[in-house]
């Protein structure tokens, strides 16, 4: 398996550009819901250029050694919203890998919400070709299936004592 290293000026340009794609589409949707933990990031900034609201689907299905081992999905019992669940549903993640999660999430939405959701499509910046699920909407295609080192895995690699002395220390 190859590495792809992302920096945080590349992660936040493929958002913008993901958003574009989707503007460019011409879909209109009334809520974005984003898979936490990865597509957090992805659903703000695109919660704020659309200006719709935000939903967070909690969501895990790695762990182990630096995260990259995949294991079976979970998915917290709600989701977490404000407004009530919309009709047309942009579902985003960072990326999808296996495929397996964003299938299984929108799923999880239509079973949930079956009364309310007419159309779900979905978003990601990275699709790999080892996906079982095409997304409607991504920035860049991997064939190779790289693992993705985005630029806050830092987070998750660093202990909060060793973090404190470093910013001391600046």
């Not at 794609?21 to 957090?40: E, M, P, R, T």
């Not at 799923?107 to 079982?132: C, F, G, H």
Request: proline content about 4%; glycine content about 4%.
């Amino acid at each position: 398996m190859t590495d792809l290293f992302v920096t945080w000026s590349e992660y936040h340009h493929k958002i913008e550009s993901l958003a574009v794609k989707i503007y460019k589409s011409n879909w209109h949707f009334d809520q974005i819901v984003c898979l936490a933990k990865g597509g957090l990031r992805v659903g703000d900034i695109l919660c704020r250029l659309y200006d719709k609201p935000l939903a967070i689907l909690s969501t895990a299905s790695y762990g182990g050694k630096n995260n990259q081992e995949r294991g079976v999905i979970k998915f917290s019992e709600h989701l977490s919203t404000i407004e009530p669940i919309g009709d047309r549903i942009l579902l985003v993640d960072d990326l999808v890998d296996s495929g397996v999660s964003l299938a299984e999430s929108v799923n999880w939405l239509k079973t949930k919400y079956p009364q309310n959701i007419t159309e779900i499509r979905t978003a990601v910046i990275w699709y790999k070709s080892a996906s079982v699920k095409i997304p409607d909407y991504y920035v860049e295609y991997l064939p190779n299936n790289p693992w993705i080192h985005q630029p806050f895995e830092l987070y998750e690699q660093v202990d909060i004592s060793e973090f404190a002395v470093q910013l001391d220390e600046a």
